[in-house]
């Protein structure tokens, strides 16, 4: 009856979500007197996950896995919940982790609760408090089948280190060609960028920068706190940068633990989309501008005075720090 | 190819949130409603196969009296003929149920939805009504070829994007990138006029449970207001961010 955790991981190396989920997941075994499962794909090594509190790893050795497969690996995670008789099966909120968790949700008959928010409320009932209504808005939502699937919403639950004695399992779920009919053809990554996705900071400029041509100066503010970059709608409509950079609420979500907005006013879909960032610094010459209602900190003046001299700080800041 | 796109009916992206009854239901007077913007991605990628190919193209809804018209709108965009299952959408895998009837009956090649709605942001009907039918399934779409049965299709993943194959059918969840906002189809007035006489036709619903029920709202505790500091003091911001905040 262990609690199972979906531990990803990318050439062999686990993402930082898993010991994440397995700090949750040790939580929950805890309060339901029981263990924790990792289910893991090609991770040769899993015992990195042992400072986490995960008391099992079932690794599954498949030359075929190698290349993600929603449905492939949604088998795998089913069978290994069958094996262990699991009432949670616990996702990250990564991509891959989101696209799977529904085909698990409706292969084991369970219900499933999205983008949550700390630990459950209450464990029976089973009760969640989650993200909605583009963050405007919690829920708190029961789940009310037996077998109970969560996917923790990006950065709502730290790290808690618990020291656990891992055993390492091979597990050989049965899987056949239905499983393997969506096939990757190739990938593409912006290599050597922190992606908006992972990063612990995230720097985002508006039309208030005035042109393309000025993003320098936050794309030095970045590289001096190891950010990513990251923009507003209007101007990934104009071109100015990729799509790819572009964060709200039709854009990307951004749940990072600094977000710093320059030359942003804060139309609400753009707030919406950012706003399950810890901490939010708005930097704009416009004093009414709106973001700076729900910014944390701010600074009101010219960003091409401001930004550069910030850099310079934040330079010498971390020559003293490191 | 026969097209099913599944419409969200949601509240416009700058509506006040307010919960009524206890708290327990969103307020929706005076809030004003509009097709889910991951889904109109797919209706106008929906609507170019219809042109291009001569795919017929429905759109679902599975909702009360007051998502028609949206439907019509969807009509108007233009989508030969409407469904609305008869129901509230009381959760998600309620909704994935209804829709899967719904494929299932009809028959469909290809299941557009999309990706997430912003009302309750589940981001699972795409991924259930393809566990439900048995279609295979591609998630974040933002890019869709077909060429008779055969699918290429992109999908964004962190950091990058990735290439699919795969065969009809097939159900995708689509999002921004699907097709360029600014081509984006809008109704134009001929649309609006053809839209009054495109079927839109009643379903009732499938025996089928929610798997999660709604305890109840809650609005986030009320920010405390913004420190501002003096541009002639950053040393005080990277102070607070490191000491306070913690966040460097």
Known sequence: MSILIYAESAEGKFKKTAFELASYAKKIASETGTTVTAVTINVSDASALAAYGVDKALNVNIDKLKAFNAKAYADVIKQAAAKESSKFVLFSSNTDSLYIAPLVAVGLEAGYASNVVGLPQSIAPLQVRRHAFSNKAFTVTEITTDVKVLAIGKNSFGLVESASALTQEDFAPSLNDNDFTVKVESSEKVSGKVTIADAEIVVSGGRGLKGPENWGILEDLATALGAATACSKPVSDLGWRPHSEHVGQTGKPVASNLYIALGISGAIQHIAGINSSKVKVVINSDADAPFFKVADYGVVGDIFEIVPKLTEKIKAFKAQNS | ?248
């Open chain 2, 1 to 248: 190819m026969k097209i099913l796109v599944c419409i969200s009916h949601v509240p416009d992206t700058t509506a006040k949130i307010n919960f009524t009854n206890g708290d327990t239901e969103f307020d929706a007077n005076g809030v004003q409603f509009v097709i889910n913007p991951n889904d109109e991605f797919g209706l106008t990628r929906a609507i170019w196969f219809k042109e291009q190919a001569g795919a017929t193209v429905t759109v679902v809804n599975v909702g009360g009296p007051d998502a028609e018209a949206t439907l019509r709108k969807a009509l108007a965009i233009g989508a030969d003929e409407a469904i609305r299952v008869n129901t509230a959408p009381t959760d998600g895998f309620f909704v994935a149920k209804q829709l899967a009837e719904v494929v299932k009956n009809g028959g469909y090649d290809l299941v557009i939805a999309g990706k997430e709605s912003l009302d309750y942001n589940g981001a699972m009907v795409p991924g259930m009504l393809a566990g439900l039918t048995g279609y295979d399934f591609v998630n974040g779409c933002i890019k869709l070829d077909i060429n008779g049965s055969d699918v290429t299709a992109v999908r964004e993943i962190d950091g990058g994007k990735e290439t699919i194959s795969a065969k009809l059918p097939l159900v995708i969840a689509g999002q921004k990138g699907l097709v360029e906002e600014k081509d984006l189809r809008i109704p134009n007035m001929r649309g609006i006029m053809q839209a009054r006489t495109k079927a839109l036709t009643i379903l009732e619903p499938v025996a089928a449970s929610a798997t999660t029920k709604a305890v109840k709202f809650e609005k986030p505790a009320p920010k405390s207001a913004v420190k501002l500091i003096s541009p002639d003091n950053l040393d005080e911001l990277v102070n607070l961010l490191h000491n306070e905040a913690k966040v460097i």
